[in-house]
């Protein structure tokens, strides 16, 4: 995956103490969607990899009712997939490695393994989904008639992607909120945001340097004087208490493009 998209969850906070983790703001969805738009086979197979949370072991298999193919997380005591010629095989701890069994070859590409599972669509719906099991056992990608199912695998496989990086968004955006009236409480700030990494920096003393994770940006100065480094159009400012009720008073349109979160 483009790197935008690798370090979704990997933000900080950095105020010179504790760090708790924040998600890239929503002012980049513009970028997300753009690296959504050309996602490379071999990425969509390392994100499939990084949803693995339950038990770390995924097979492909066949509906035991006629219901199409699955690729899915299966629980540790899983006997292995039996075959039309009743060779069991076991699970795998990759989805690369599960799908190169079933597909009986010990490298295919990832282009060639993606191909592979769109030419098994059309037994049961010719329509496919990725979801979470809805009894917390782990993902599935697999053929459906559910609603929202997609006609391909790559389609299914970013869609899921995108609605991630969706939800995401919307998360970072109320910590942006949180933080912000957490920091107007505790009186004058001197902040700003990164709008390529999408940190949150504040100079708290003035001799406190802040940089954001990227080091595109940083702050200075504390509440002595507002310093700001870097490219200045990467810099979203973090308004004042007073300042950011006035902000917020105004309509989305009217609000001026450097200022963040403004209501």
């Given at each position: ?34 690296a959504l738009a050309a996602i490379t086979d071999t990425e969509m197979l390392n994100w499939l990899d990084r949803q ?96 929202g199912a997609k006609a391909t695998v790559r389609e299914t496989i970013a869609d899921a992607m995108r609605s991630q ?99």
């Open positions: 995956m483009l790197k935008m998209l690798t370090g979704l969850a990997a933000k900080v906070l950095r105020l010179g103490t504790g760090e708790p983790e924040a998600l890239p703001d929503a002012g980049l969805k513009a970028g997300v969607a753009k693995s949370s339950w038990r770390g072991q995924v097979a492909f298999r066949w509906s035991t009712t006629g219901r199409g193919w699955r690729l899915m997380e299966v629980p540790d005591d899983y006997p292995g997939t039996l075959d039309q010629e009743g060779v069991v095989t076991p699970p795998a701890r990759r989805v690369r490695k599960a799908i190169a069994d079933a597909m009986l070859m010990v490298s295919p590409t990832d282009t060639q393994a993606i191909d592979w599972l769109d030419e098994q669509t059309g037994s049961y719906t010719g329509l496919v989904i990725w979801r979470l099991s809805t009894r917390g056992l782990g993902w599935r990608l697999h053929e459906t008639s559910w609603d990086t969706a939800a995401e968004a919307a998360q970072h955006e109320a910590w942006i909120q949180a933080t912000v009236k957490e920091w107007h409480g505790a009186g004058a700030i001197n902040a700003a945001m990164c709008r390529k990494c999408g940190d949150l920096v504040a100079s708290t003393h003035r001799h406190h340097f802040a940089e954001c994770g990227c080091g595109s940006i940083a702050v200075d100065g504390g509440s002595d004087y507002n310093r700001r480094v870097g490219d200045l159009g990467d810099i979203g400012e973090v308004p004042t208490k007073r300042l950011f009720k006035r902000l917020a008073a105004l309509p989305a349109e009217d609000r001026p493009a450097e200022w963040i979160r403004c209501g």
